[in-house]
């Protein structure tokens, strides 16, 4: 009964969305200012900040440099929500900027048409191409 039952739920669980990296020669925190400055100058809004690192810490664990970025535009994330109310599961877009065991400093998002497989949102929606653009472009950005 056990393996019936996970085996329901190996296949009724979405696929992974494709994690896009790429490599940022800044640290860290300058990394994520910058993001976070382009974030704001777009228009868009920044919902919030966290430091896993400074979370680790405060309870007296360690972690590499890590800070995640939650923000959106509420325009598109809305339209998305109108077609399909559980992409608030996956709203606001999120950006993750940490340190690899290298050293490097990497910047992580999920595709967004990605994200939203398993939901009843049409992959070529306006909206759709519109956040995938806009994630590159920020983090894009975050480099310069």
Request: glycine share 6%; no cysteine; proline share 5%.
């Amino acid at each position: 009964m056990f393996r019936a039952t996970a085996l329901l739920l190996a296949l009724a669980s979405p696929a992974a969305a494709e994690i896009r990296t790429v490599q940022s020669l800044k640290s860290v925190p300058d990394t994520m200012d910058a993001l976070e400055t382009a974030v704001e100058e777009a228009g868009a809004t920044v919902f919030a900040r966290v430091d896993h690192t400074a979370g680790a810490e405060a309870v007296d664990m360690e972690l590499v440099p890590s800070q995640l970025l939650i923000f959106g535009n509420p325009q598109l994330g809305t339209q998305a929500m109108q077609d399909d109310i559980q992409a608030g599961l996956v709203l606001p877009l999120r950006v993750l900027v940490y340190e690899g065991p290298d050293g490097d400093v990497h910047v992580a998002y999920e595709d967004v048409s990605d994200m939203f497989e398993g939901f009843g949102i049409d992959p070529l929606a306006d909206y759709v191409n519109t956040m995938e653009s806009a994630l590159l472009s920020l983090t894009d950005q975050a480099f310069e």
